[in-house]
């Protein structure tokens, strides 16, 4: 089940292997009830979570914004920068600052940076968060986006691609046979 599947992969982060995970599936199918099941059968962990939105798909950074917020980090620094116009490289600085937080993070517990409904997340924060993860080597750092199959080209080939293989599983979300619903 993908439950388990998702079990195998944060046992794969707790023995130092980071790992991205794409929960895909059509709109009201479950795939947030799917993740919500799956942290709430997990200890030890903390949870850096945050949800796009289709109004805040141009904020720039909303996402990364809400990562920081759950993890107690101020984003004063981040609001700053929001205030003027963005060079084409700046995912990579907050990508940077996101990386060295989960790297602090995760010295204490694994991490699991989970982003729902990341297709309507803002491409600042999916740059950026695809900046940090591609440098993880031994973190214990599991990330979990969820969100559509009918937009997942929204997300970075990057992020799809870390997604399978040796660094992540792509699992899609099926409705419920009659027989499974009570």
Do not use: N
Request: charged share 25%; with cysteine; glycine share 8%.
């Amino acid at each position: 089940s993908e439950l388990s599947a998702l079990r195998d992969e944060l046992r794969a982060v707790r023995d130092g292997a980071p790992r991205v995970v794409l929960v895909e599936g059509d709109a009201g199918i479950g795939k947030t009830v799917l993740i919500d099941q799956f942290l709430a059968g997990e200890s030890d962990l903390t949870v850096l979570r945050a949800t796009g939105e289709p109004w805040e798909a141009y904020v720039a950074y909303g996402v990364i914004d809400q990562i920081m917020r759950v993890a107690g980090v101020s984003t004063a620094r981040l609001l700053a920068s929001r205030a003027r116009a963005f060079p084409a490289e700046e995912p990579v600085g907050v990508g940077a600052w996101l990386l060295d937080v989960l790297c602090d993070v995760e010295q204490k517990t694994p991490v699991a940076v989970v982003v729902d409904d990341a297709h309507w997340a803002d491409m600042d924060s999916l740059r950026a968060l695809l900046f940090a993860v591609r440098r993880l080597v031994g973190e214990r750092v599991l990330v979990v986006l969820g969100l559509r199959a009918e937009d997942a080209q929204r997300l970075p080939e990057g992020l799809r691609r870390l997604a399978t293989g040796r660094t992540g599983t792509t699992m899609t979300v099926k409705a419920l046979p009659a027989a499974d619903i009570h």
